[in-house]
């Protein structure tokens, strides 16, 4: 029978490394000024939001919404581990594998909701896939390398 072994110290960093990414990809530095726009911000609303600033509530779900990706992610490395492991593959490769096709599988298709129903942009849906891409590939690799 299956047993995980899972790295909960990985689990643990590739969360925080996930959120650090979301602050990076959400920064002026990279995809602030193009989110905002997509996001059809006012303003008003954008001076209002400066001003009262997002107290802690959203990064506290942020966080614990990326250890549950990161929980999840090294569930399904492990499993493919098991499955692939005489392939020949890489426990990197593995890694990517697995974070590519819960991606792929969850992520790009549910979001593409945002476009469908909320009718968000296609520059918002990319945006926001595209942190959710690199940030799925990060944990797979290092839940496929650090055992």
Known sequence: ??????????????AVIFFVIGGLWYSPALFANPWIKA??????????MKEKGPGAKPFVI????GL????????????????????GMSNLAIGL?????????YIATFSLNSVAYE?????????????Q???????????????
């Open 39 to 48: 996001m059809g911000f006012s303003d008003e609303k954008l001076k209002e």
């Open 1 to 14: 029978m299956y047993e995980p072994t899972i790295n909960y110290l990985a689990v643990l960093v590739s």
């Open 97 to 105: 594998t697995a974070g590519f096709w819960l991606w792929l599988g």
């Open 68 to 87: 549950v990706m990161a929980f999840v992610t090294a569930h399904m490395v492990d499993f493919m581990k098991v499955v692939f492991g005489d392939s």
């Open 133 to 147: 891409f690199v940030g799925l590939m990060m944990m797979g690799a290092m839940n496929g390398v650090w055992v």
């Open 119 to 131: 009718q968000k942009s296609w520059q918002f849906y990319f945006i926001t896939t595209g942190y």
């Open 62 to 65: 942020s966080f614990i919404g």
